[in-house]
């Protein structure tokens, strides 16, 4: 089966069925919120009545006083009401008052008068101080047939002197019912045919970039010279800029061979120069030169141990997805605590550090890596300062992203070499000693800076000097 048409099956499916569960979910609920509404509604209106009744139910004229000529007068009434397209044409309830020992003494319907009502829940409920409902069906074998019992006390005096309950028929709040589920199952239809719709448009528009993006793949790898595919969308459009990226690689093996044989030069310098140092040790050369070879073998082999290290850390930094360890740091306390890593490297040259933290903002990722990053710029400024001098390291953001910077007042970069620094292996020779680093620094800045979602570049400074920049997103 076609991938597009099993996506949309799956979307069509999931959207079935979470439209399902919602359908049903809301035309269960119905009824039985409309008999809450319409229970909560008859608690006030049996509440009221009740204070209405007292004084009458307490003289013993409930069965002739005006309540009862008001009951009779309001049930003759015709509202003509209508109510959500429902047309309401007769009041459907029905009152009836007990004595505190629950004996029937005024019902409106003029039926169940002098009867004993004290084993009916509702109340039974309310002549105990508790409250009182209950549903009863008039016909046993009809659910349409119930009515909801609504009671209420009646007090007197501080005294309580009987119960008035109020009665609902459930089949004048049934159409209320039926058209809400009617509506919510049209609303449904609707919505699973516009899902439909929806779904369709997005599978073959789907269907059509990955058909493209299929047709690109194949002219690749049958050697045939293709465009890379546009559109589709952002993902897909980078997913063939990639593939793209990729043949260029691999067709020519360009990244790999330069990445081995700069590696391979590299570590190749400071081996030869240990090679060479043993070989004259063996041959038990003077105490002075004893101690010069050996002080060069520690030298190159902390050169190697840096290589391999950065390379390690490079290396992990390249396979990462996503930062580890993410937490927040304030740009300006990250900083001051690399210059106090390095303050002995600065004492050595008599260097001075000026720290500007003007940036409120905060940055969020892996706390090791952005202090491996900014110690990385401070060395470089380091290496390349004049003793004495100053350096000075700066935060502040944009509003979107933090920029921390390092600025030396060295001679700066030589224009050639400004587009190659971040490049793998490319070093420059230090102003004091003329010697080159590893030339995984800066590499290693970037990758810190891009696995955050930043970027880092190297100017020279209009008033001398360079200046390195490290861009972060603010937090």
Not at 281 to 288: K, Q, S, V
Request: glycine share 8%.
């Amino acid at each position: 089966m076609n991938i597009s048409v099993r996506l949309f099956f799956g979307y069509f499916l999931i959207v079935g069925l979470a439209a399902w569960f919602v359908l049903n979910t809301v035309n269960r609920e119905t009824e039985p919120g409309i008999r809450q509404a319409t229970e909560e509604t008859l608690v006030d209106t049996a509440h009221v009545l009740a204070e209405m009744a007292a004084l009458e139910l307490s003289a013993g004229r409930i069965a002739h006083g005006p309540f009862a000529d008001a009951v009779r007068a309001a049930i003759r009434r015709s509202p003509q009401a209508d109510i959500s397209g429902v047309h309401k044409e007769s009041i459907d309830f029905r009152i009836y008052v007990t004595d505190a020992h629950g004996i029937v003494v005024y019902d409106s319907r003029q039926a169940a008068i002098g009867e004993d009502f004290s084993q009916w829940r509702d109340i039974a409920r309310v002549l105990r101080g508790e409250y009182g409902a209950r549903q009863t069906r008039e016909d046993p074998y009809d659910p349409a047939s119930t009515v909801m019992h609504v009671a209420a006390p009646i007090f007197w005096q501080g005294e309580l002197i009987g119960a008035l309950s109020l009665a609902k028929p459930m089949a004048s709040v049934a159409p209320y019912a039926e058209r809400a589920a009617r509506r919510v199952k049209e609303s449904g239809l609707l919505l699973l045919a516009a899902s439909a719709a929806i779904g369709l448009f997005f599978t073959a528009w789907l269907g059509w970039s990955i058909h493209r993006l299929r047709a690109y793949a194949r002219d690749v790898s049958e050697g045939r010279k293709t465009e890379v595919p546009t559109g589709g969308g952002r993902q897909l459009s980078e997913l063939a800029q990639a593939l793209a990226a990729m043949r260029e690689k691999l067709e020519g093996k360009q990244y790999v061979e330069r990445y081995v044989q700069n590696l391979a030069h590299e570590m190749k310098s400071p081996l030869t120069a240990v090679i060479g140092a043993a070989e004259i040790l063996e041959g038990d050369p003077p105490e002075a030169d004893r101690r010069r070879f050996a002080e060069s073998i520690a030298e190159q082999s902390r050169r190697l141990q840096a290589i391999i290290d950065r390379m390690l850390l490079l290396a992990r930094v390249e396979q990462l997805q996503s930062p580890e360890g993410l937490r927040r740091m304030a740009p300006g306390e990250l900083l001051r605590d690399c210059v106090a890593l390095r303050q002995q490297a600065l004492d050595a040259r008599g260097l001075t550090c000026a720290v500007q933290a003007g940036s409120t903002a905060t940055i969020r990722g892996d706390a090791f890596l952005l202090q491996q990053a900014v110690l990385n710029l401070l060395d470089n400024a380091i290496e390349f300062s004049p003793e004495g001098g100053q350096i000075e390291l700066t935060a502040s953001d944009d509003g979107e992203e933090v920029i921390l910077s390092v600025r030396d007042h060295g001679q700066g970069a030589p224009d050639y070499a400004l587009p190659q620094l971040f490049d793998r292996f490319y070093s420059l020779p230090r102003p004091t000693t003329g010697r080159k680093s590893t030339g995984l620094g800066l590499a290693l800045v970037r990758e810190v800076a891009r696995l955050h979602g930043g970027d880092a570049g190297f100017e020279n400074h209009p008033q001398g000097g360079g200046q390195a920049t490290l861009r972060l997103p603010s937090a």
